[in-house]
């Protein structure tokens, strides 16, 4: 007998052994014997077949459909249609007659030799029935129960697989089963976190940045949440990774043949790219950041539409001051978060763990750090440490976040680069407003990136202030 060839993992394929793919006159004949595969063997009565696919019609009406659907699926398996096999009032498929990718992938994904979940990892080519839908309540609420039932199966024999890869050092497919466990699940943010590292290990410091910037676009737009702290702490770290100890490495790898790999994206180990042009921007922003070097403060805003290259250009700023030893305090601000009181500033001093250092802590005095828990709640718990006070002081939490600028700068060189400001709380943007106009016009400057519009559409702010040792900011 023919055997018939099923693959439901990314779609619907029904082959005979040898032969090419079959069609079949109607969705619900295909969605039928889908149901009828997994797991094959099982005996369904024709009632419960009927009531699946056509619940809405009388009986008698229902069971004739079925009827004809089995009738169309004979016609159409050919060879193979003694897979089917009708007993009394009962409809199955032949087990010995059906090779079913289901089957194959079930039966593997819960071994363990790394060679096992590689296989299990090629067979899951998508999920189940992917992009399969029948207007019918029973079949569509049965078809999402297998579907998720095989994605955890496939996530978890993925990450089985990523932990094996990455404790034998074979991170380029890592890299690669991690990108798929994002395909299957892109909310898994201890996987964006993964392959951040992946990159950072490969010497991709910017496909590992790129990869903070997606996890931020995707939690938002999905969530409406912002990352975890441990996600944030990574970002800090890969961007203040000194350049030289991550750019990638050269040799046989950037070999004339592998480039137009890299460039199509197809090789991880090579999928860098450099900075593009913006020399007259990136030139401004170094020379601010020299100035400041000196002793004196300065502002620096980067506007542009969205994916123009801000973020980019102040990657490399960032790398520049990070070779020279430079602290760098990185905050966000999010759509969702534009109540928070100084939302960006915050979050750049928790990623920092500001509060770990006790040199900063000391100089700041219990009054300031007090002042401060109203924003970060951890400054609270400060050994003498006065209560918060109970009326939140707008003007003396300007005053605090400028004291611990000052602190901060009085030690050693500070960049300070607040992303997305064009979403933040209005008290940020106001002490913004007031560190421009308090600098001097030569130490505050702009930058708009040329873009296809003609007028920028999305604000963006670095900023970034050096006091001398005396304090003035
Ligand atoms: N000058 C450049 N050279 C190389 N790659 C660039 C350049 N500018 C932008 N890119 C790339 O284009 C993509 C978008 O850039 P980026 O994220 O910096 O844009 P953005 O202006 O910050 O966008 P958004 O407004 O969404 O925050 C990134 O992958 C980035 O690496
Ligand atoms: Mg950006």
């Known amino acids: 007998m023919t055997r018939l060839h099923l693959n439901l993992l990314g779609g619907f394929e029904a082959r005979p052994e040898s032969g090419s793919s079959l069609t079949f006159r109607t969705q619900k004949a295909q969605a039928l014997l889908a149901y009828l595969a997994v797991p094959p063997g099982q005996a369904h009565r024709r009632d419960k077949l009927a009531a699946l696919l056509w619940g809405a019609m009388r009986d008698e009406q229902a069971r004739a459909s079925l009827r004809q659907a089995l009738y169309d699926l004979r016609k159409n398996l050919g060879d193979a249609a003694g897979a089917l096999r009708t007993e009394g009032d009962t409809v199955l498929l032949d087990p010995t007659a059906v090779d079913l990718d289901v089957m194959k992938f079930t039966g593997i994904a819960g071994e363990e030799t790394p060679e096992a ?38 996530i978890e024999a993925l990450a089985r697989s990523l932990s094996h890869q990455r404790k034998t050092g074979a991170l380029a497919a890592a890299v690669r089963t991690a990108r798929r466990l994002l395909a299957i699940d892109r909310l898994q943010e201890p996987v964006h976190r993964t392959l951040m590292r992946l990159h950072a290990q490969l010497g991709q410091r910017a496909a590992a940045l790129r990869q903070y910037q997606h996890c931020v676009t995707v939690l938002q737009r999905e969530l409406g949440v912002e ?26 790898a950037a070999s004339a043949t592998t480039r137009p790999l890299a460039r199509a994206g197809l090789d991880p180990q090579i999928a860098e790219t450099p900075l593009v042009g913006r020399d007259a921007p990136l030139a401004k922003a170094q020379a601010a950041l020299h100035q400041a070097e000196g002793g004196s403060g300065q502002l620096v805003a980067i506007l542009g539409e969205t994916g123009i290259g801000k973020s980019r250009l102040v990657e490399e700023l960032i790398a520049h001051a990070a070779q020279a030893k430079w602290r760098i305090l990185l905050g966000r601000a999010y759509e969702s978060d534009q109540i928070l009181l100084f939302g960006p500033f915050v979050d750049a001093f928790r990623a920092d763990e500001l509060v770990r250092d006790a040199a900063v802590m000391e100089a700041l005095g219990p009054v300031w750090r007090t002042e401060l828990s109203t924003l970060l709640p951890q400054f609270a718990a400060m050994p003498g440490a006065p209560r918060p006070p109970e ?83």
């Not at 990352?227 to 046989?252: D, F, H, I, S």
Request: glycine share 4%; proline share 7%.
């Open 117 to 154: 979940l590689e296989q299990a990892a090629l067979l899951y080519r998508g999920d189940f029935l992917d992009g399969f839908t029948v207007d019918e309540e029973p079949f569509e609420t049965w078809l999402l129960e297998e579907r998720g039932r095989l994605r955890e199966l496939a």
């Open 227 to 252: 990352p975890e702290l441990e996600t944030k702490q990574l970002y800090q770290e890969v961007l203040t990774q000194r350049a030289t100890a991550c750019e990638p490495t050269t040799g046989p």
């Open 391 to 473: 009326q939140v002081d707008y003007r003396r939490l300007f005053e605090c976040i400028a004291q611990l600028l000052q602190q901060l700068s009085a030690r050693e060189p500070l960049l300070i680069v607040l992303e997305d400001l064009h979403w933040a709380d209005e008290l940020s943007l106001a002490s913004w407003h007031s560190w421009a106009v308090a600098s001097r016009p030569s130490e505050s400057s702009s930058s708009s990136l040329p873009g296809r519009k003609s007028s920028p559409t999305t604000p963006y702010f670095a900023g970034r202030f050096r006091t001398s040792p005396n304090g003035s900011t």
